[in-house]
């Protein structure tokens, strides 16, 4: 029975995001339906990740909106590859790792009916969670801080808001928040299913924390980044709204995106704390 679930998931759900995200135009529209299809599927495997997955969805949408309108916010951005809207590979680049580990805990539960929310696997895809929240939040809060941002490579440098590999105080507590509202929400599962352990919130927190840094410094290093030539400007973009210029290669690996920056650091905080715990 589980296994025609996820076979039926399955074929559902692969054509249709597979179709998004090749229509790149539908930006929003795509963004939507990719998480959509990955409501449904978290959805059918554990209330917690669907629980999960609403919480990042919807606090990603409140903070994109606080102060949007303020110059500070809307001048960083335009440094930020994307910013705001989120559109479907953005989506997969945050939501496919939780995704993914929660195909293999279905896999896992067909042996094992009853899921236990502390296994190991369970924990991995709450870390994800935590990771993909903290970055949002550190992006769309972090490049509102009064104070420039210090470059991570070298903190007595400080660099323009919405440059990646930034960090400001303002971030860094916005990270933290929001790991911890992940794992509030997890531990308030973990006591109503009564598997409550009083580690599992803080490796869901250091977790989140870690991933940030992690993203902030591939940032820094191989993420591609690219130079105005008019004003001089680094940017994640290819192109320059603000001056109407193509931007020239500046730093960093021409493929490394920054959601592959995104996706790489969440499976990079996933792997470590499966190893440790
Ligand atoms: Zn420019």
Known sequence: MLAL?????????????????????LTVPGGITTAGIMGFLLFVIHPLFWTLLIVFFGSSTVLTRYRAKDEIKQEAM????????????????????????????????????????????????????????????ATELGVTSSKAPRWILDPRRTVPRGTSGGISTKGLIASFLAASLISLTYSLFLVA?????VSLPFVVILGGLL????????????????????????????????CEADTE???????????????VSVVVVVLVSLLLW
């Open 249 to 263: 290669p500046y730093r960093g690996l021409a493929w490394f995106s920054n959601d592959l920056v995104n996706l």
């Open 78 to 137: 335009t440094l930020a590859e994307k910013g705001g809207e989120r559109d479907s590979k953005q989506v997969l680049a945050n939501g496919g790792i939780p995704g993914f580990i929660a195909i293999l805990i279905l896999i896992q539960q067909s042996s094992i009916p009853i899921l236990d929310i502390s296994d190991s696997l369970v924990v991995a895809l709450v870390v994800a969670f935590a990771v993909v929240n903290a970055d949002t939040w």
């Open 193 to 197: 299913y009564g598997q409550f352990d």
């Open 211 to 242: 991933g940030s840094l992690i993203d902030s410094f591939l940032g820094a290093t191989i993420q591609a980044q690219y130079q105005c030539p008019a004003c001089k400007k680094v940017t994640e973009k290819t192109f320059h709204d603000a």
């Open 5 to 25: 679930t996820l076979l039926l998931s399955l074929l559902v759900n692969l054509p249709v995001g597979y179709v998004v995200w090749k229509k790149q135009s």
